[in-house]
């Protein structure tokens, strides 16, 4: 039984709201259970330097928790002058991601930042991030459309994140905090919607794994992936 | 005729959502029209080295925005390694401000931070900053008490701040941006409920003004306070 | 009776020393008692990347403290990597009090810089350098017209800054250390030579003020900013 | 063909020289064909703030690359004051890993810090470092049980990570640089001596991949596995 | 002909004013020509953690030169974010002479600290900075034992320094910037006052010099060294 | 009797291996005895910002540390976010020195950049590395006129460089790190091969020195540097 009375492959209630901020290109608030992120798309003319004269775009992402958004409090990383490695790594594979979605070939010279900000902490907040940030990123590209900045929408499919991992000895979806915290082994999957991988992480946090619990746990992920999908599709009002 | 149609004494709508996140002590989100700012406080134990062994509490504040908070993206201030002065300034008032409200010698070897985070800008997110801050401070003060950590609560008073200024001419009261952007004359102030001041601070961005339009600038503040202190004592419900 | 033995509305000795080191295009000691701030006004060509092309000037400043102008010696920021929040709350303050006495637009696409490093503390240190700096940079506009760099001298008038607070339930101007780590309110005024405000920042250290002590504290502020700016004239050779 | 002329399984030609430098506790150059690392372990007693007086002992990695390791000269990370986010990424991984194959609990209240600095770079530089690593780490463990600093040997098994991925269209096995910059897909897989999963990394750098192309990697990253902990043993006089 | 129209053995006038500043133990600004350097020593208990119980005391240094001390503005350090190599080298040159100049081992667990800021730089700052430090060490140290810190004083005897160079062909003592700017080959040099050598640092910026040259150039130095030392005593009223 | 039954004029045994890196224009990792430096030299387009437009060249050092080269492991710099002041002050002079041995005038807009990277020190890692940094600035400038981007070497003659001391009241050469550590003097000595000094850096670690003492060292580093600037030659198959 899981804290939450969840079944193993069953993924947390997911709300996904748009417009969440007035300024943004694309502003979603994105909740799984009780990780909250909000993603804030923003579009700028040019791309960074090693990219210029290519005639293409550049997506990149940044994430950040508030300081209080954990259990205890967390130095505000402004403060202390440095992001961590934790945020680091996150903010790339968030970007990696999100570049997967796009054909940077058709995006013009613009860059799209989007920033993955943790409003609250409970597990699960980078994949949060991520499936969060293509709906803000999607909502970017139409806008871009509508102004006639691109006259095609570059946006190639949609892709989602989950955490799965095995807790006790069961390989479960979408961990929360306290499941994290336990996990022998923790993976997370960013897949786009026909099931291909665009990146997979496990990492064995006690005993290594094995081959068959692997399958296990894609598969697990491949389900809840879909789900957020949907998820992503009804928000923004897509019947595929 | 304000950009909003508001009177020049008026304020903006004011909502003050208690318990907007799960983990902190405090959790405030005050919203001043289309100003959104979080304010989570923080109970640790201890205080800062130049306190121990005095035998009283602390009170301090940190301040930041979300990079898309505002109009156009602002560099996150994580990935650029320093907060500006900006920054450090406006973290230092609200400081200041909420120890104005407590009394410090009867706070116990305990240091509460309170984090005021802005999700979305629109002028004034200092004194909206202040002005919740205060409201999540009262929370944990509150909870201290009743988790028997103090035996009485060393509150003091209600406190808010408002933000005054001479536009086009006209003296106003609680400018939104296209306003403060416009100003001659930009002022700070925070009161108590008595009408007390805690702290002003004025400054003439064209002109210098005369003592008698600081005489009016004041009294816009105060009455603006005094609007804020009730919505804050609604949202505590409190009656007095 | 205060420590110097001064009546509540008497200033320091003044000291003026214009020339003081032989490089900058402006360079003066001042003294306000046992405070001396040296003040050195560069002139460079350009203007900010957010002000380049609008054909107009800029005024900046930089603060900062020798590590034993102090009783106890203070880190050195250089050392440390970075200046604190106080510093650059003080320097952003002598900036803008300084943009205030100079025409921009008729400056020309430059950048006046104006250094202010305390040699010795002893209480106003920011007041010191906003009305030491005011000379230093009165000297180089004037060096700027005889050099041919401007054909006209875009000063607007004086300015200086005075400390004032309430000690030992007094209300006193100038104060020197000893009185101001004692005070219950402290307020910083600048303002120009005909009485009208440029900044004001007041602070309740203790107990907040009321209207009536503001108002007092305003009036000390005024004779101690006109009796400064008597001094700056003098030291100017100016006649008026 | 791949560059090389190796067959899609084959690796690289792997050197493995214990004892390289006088000072560590273990030392060693592990070379991937061009790719040469050295991996010195320093073994320090205390562990980190988080662990004190848990009676365990604690694993740590540093990475960097010589600025010239490279085909074009890269900034070096102390002269621009930080580490890149790539660094971090790589150094946590390695650590990581290097923990699978120790009993913590076993190793007293030491610390084992495992500097992996990439003398040569040729593509495979996080997979060397590991590999490496754990030979530095098996050298260092001996030490101490022979200085009687512990008295079981707390290494639970041998661990390698070889990179995998797919280069036009074909999935190969240990890309070197040339090929690691083509491939559509790249997977970092580290295993232990029995198959068994410590981490996996895969990111489609150009078009996701499907579950049948993940499967393919994981064999080829097996078999080169199974062959670096071949050159382990060898280098270490392990018959097993 | 030297541009001041010094001969090639003659130092600049020299003028060391003590009690500069009233907080530091001691405090000295010392005068070579137009170079200004303040000097002030500052007493604290404790040394470093390398030093921890091994009953002796400490002596640092830090040097800084105010931003426009030079001709044209330099960057000021604080606001950069970090000390130049120039700047870390002279003061770890500052503070090695000076420990030259003291018996540690007598000194008690006390840590001096001298800051030498630059008023007015025209070349031979480092030199001038230790000649006056080390009268406001020698300040210092009387005040100690004068305190009853110390029973003896520690005080070794008087060093001094003084730069040397060849400029146009000829060897010439004392350079300032504009022959510093010019010279071949520029030399540091830290005496005793019986003309032992503390340090010697010689850079040809140039042509190599000869062995030759390097005798011409040290007994330059010794001479003025053997001013400068008859000045420091003059100054502390010590005839011997 | 030296530690290492050397005699004093003897230095180690150097080693001089070119090559040592494929990617590097010039990679020569030097041997003195157990301290191993890796020297490698890049050549890039264009100069720093103040050569602009000189028609010159420029040539500069970084050196660094792997954190294990010593006895006891050394805090990575890069991890820590600085290069310390000794850091600094070695790559300065590894930089003049070079800069030295090179006709800038004819070395076209090119900047140099001498990459020092210590493998593993035991004494002597700054002269190391700039006698081995000299050889792969040959090497460099060989292949600029290979590559016909030079149409003559700007070379000007070798440059080596050796640490000389005091040891027990005996001069010695080419100290190892017991006798470094132990030195009452500590110089190093930078000469080109005719005997010239390029830099002379003396230190009285203990008590001052003598000018007779400093001639015997001066002698002893002319030995020295000459057979070094031999085996440069050796190791370049020059013979003159």
């Known amino acids: 039984?899981?804290?939450?009375?969840?079944?193993?492959?069953q993924i947390r209630p997911i709300?996904?709201?748009?417009?969440?901020?007035?300024?943004?290109?694309?502003?979603?608030?994105?909740?799984?259970?009780?990780?909250?992120?909000?993603?804030?798309?923003?579009?700028?003319e040019g791309v960074p330097r090693f990219l210029k004269g290519q005639n293409q775009g550049w997506i990149t992402a940044e994430y950040g928790m508030l300081p209080r958004a954990t259990n205890?409090?967390?130095?505000?990383?402004?403060?202390?002058?440095?992001?961590t490695g934790r945020t680091m790594e996150i903010q790339r594979?968030?970007?990696?991601?999100?570049?997967?979605?796009?054909?940077?070939?058709?995006?013009?010279?613009?860059?799209?930042?989007?920033?993955?900000?943790v409003i609250q902490a409970d597990g699960g907040t980078r994949t949060a991030s991520i499936s969060g940030a293509c709906v803000a990123l999607y909502d970017?590209?139409?806008?871009?459309?509508?102004?006639?900045?691109?006259?095609?929408?570059?946006?190639?499919?949609?892709?989602?994140?989950i955490s799965v991992g095995i807790v006790n000895e069961q390989a479960v979806c979408d961990l929360e905090y306290i499941e994290d915290?336990?996990?022998?082994?923790?993976?997370?999957?960013?897949?786009?919607?026909?099931?291909?991988?665009?990146?997979?992480q496990g990492t064995a946090e006690g005993e290594p794994f094995s081959h068959e619990e692997l399958l296990t746990l894609l598969a697990l992920a491949?389900?809840?992936?879909?789900?957020?999908?949907?998820?992503?599709?009804?928000?923004?009002?897509?019947?595929?």
Do not use: W
């Open 1 to 9: 039984m899981r804290p939450s009375g969840r079944t193993a492959e």
């Open 15 to 44: 709300k996904i709201t748009r417009h969440y901020t007035k300024h943004a290109e694309g502003s979603v608030l994105i909740e799984f259970g009780d990780t909250k992120v909000l993603c804030n798309a923003t579009i700028e």
């Open 72 to 83: 205890t409090r967390t130095q505000r990383e402004a403060a202390k002058g440095k992001q």
């Open 93 to 117: 594979l968030i970007a990696r991601s999100l570049r997967a979605a796009v054909d940077l070939s058709q995006l013009g010279e613009f860059t799209i930042t989007v920033d993955c900000d």
């Open 140 to 161: 970017a590209l139409t806008q871009m459309v509508k102004k006639g900045l691109l006259k095609t929408n570059p946006f190639k499919g949609f892709i989602a994140a």
């Open 181 to 200: 915290s336990n996990a022998e082994t923790d993976m997370n999957v960013i897949m786009t919607d026909d099931g291909k991988i665009i990146e997979i």
């Open 222 to 240: 491949k389900d809840g992936i879909s789900t957020i999908i949907k998820h992503q599709k009804i928000a923004l009002n897509i019947t595929s």
